[in-house]
């Protein structure tokens, strides 16, 4: 995972498809990005969450 991959990950999953929330800390939501291992993951405080693993070639 480069860089870029992670902004347009980011971006992509900036607002939760659930519930519209697009903040993230303070109890909201979390966003963790590992380029280094390729992982990629955001979830909400609804419940919704999303983990996405694209190790590097
Ligand atoms: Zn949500």
Redesign the pocket.
Known sequence: MTIDDAIQLTVQYSR??????DTIGGGT?TLEIDTEIGCFKRT?????SIEISTPNK
Request: proline share 8%; net charge neutral; hydrophobic share 10%.
């Open positions: 939760c498809p659930n519930c519209g929330c939501g909400c405080q609804c419940g919704w």
